[in-house]
């Protein structure tokens, strides 16, 4: 199993190579700080999976396993991540992800969901499988539902206080997409202004999924 590492922190992708050095079936084919340049490097290249992180400058890794999955990619990929929201973990499906693994699971659930996703299936980890089933009987987190991966990562971003510039660098999109984007965001939301926009994300526990 061919794998890609893409990580901004080079301490974490030591201990991924570690891991998978110890491995058997496993070997690491290549290694990325951005998800663009990731992107860039792999929309034309074959790998078995890509073990992402969502939280990193550029390019967000949603918009790179969206991207990958449009082109037609046979690599699968799996969310390596601290976010613990399963708002997060449906939008990373949404988006083409095959697994969704968090850092605080033991080593093990990992490649556990690395063997999985390989071999054809869908993996999440113990804890986000567990939080799944709970907000089945949260009526409050639906709303999440009904925006689209690129809604959902926008409106993380903009709660996460980045300017619509920022944003619009980020995604490459145009500064009047990502206001057309907040608008309706706002109104699938059934908020009139950014004061309850942010109230709204706290409620929907968008701000839990942000890193620190």
């Known amino acids: 199993?061919?794998?890609?590492?893409?990580?901004d922190h080079a301490v974490v992708r030591e201990g991924y190579r570690a891991l998978i050095a110890r491995q058997h079936d496993m070997e690491v084919m290549g290694e990325y700080q951005e998800a663009g340049t990731a992107y860039n490097a792999l929309k034309e290249q074959p790998f078995d999976i890509?073990?992402?992180?969502?939280?990193m400058p550029g390019l967000s890794a949603l918009e790179m396993i969206e991207r990958l999955k449009y082109r037609g990619?046979?690599?699968?990929?799996v969310v390596f991540t601290m976010y613990s929201n399963s708002s997060f973990a449906k939008k990373s499906f949404a988006a083409?992800?095959?697994?969704?693994?968090?850092?605080?699971?033991?080593?093990?659930?990992?490649l556990h969901g690395l063997r999985e996703v390989y071999a054809?299936?869908?993996?999440?980890?113990?804890?986000?499988?567990?939080?799944?089933?709970?907000d089945r009987f949260d009526s409050t987190t639906g709303a999440l539902d009904e925006l689209t991966v690129r809604e959902f990562e926008i409106l993380r971003l903009l709660v996460d206080g980045r300017s619509v510039e920022d944003v619009a660098e980020s995604l490459s999109l145009s500064p009047k997409t990502i206001r057309n984007v907040h608008y309706t965001?706002?109104?699938?939301?059934?908020?009139?202004?950014?004061?309850e926009l942010v109230r709204r994300a706290i409620q929907l526990?968008?701000?839990?999924?942000?890193?620190f």
């Open 50 to 55: 890509i073990i992402t992180d969502l939280n």
């Open 205 to 211: 526990k968008v701000p839990d999924t942000l890193e």
């Open 96 to 110: 083409g992800a095959r697994g969704y693994v968090t850092k605080s699971s033991d080593p093990s659930a990992l």
């Open 73 to 77: 990619h046979q690599g699968r990929c």
């Open 1 to 7: 199993m061919k794998i890609v590492l893409v990580d």
């Open 185 to 195: 965001v706002k109104k699938k939301l059934d908020v009139r202004d950014d004061i």
């Open 120 to 134: 054809g299936r869908r993996y999440l980890s113990a804890d986000i499988a567990q939080a799944a089933a709970l």
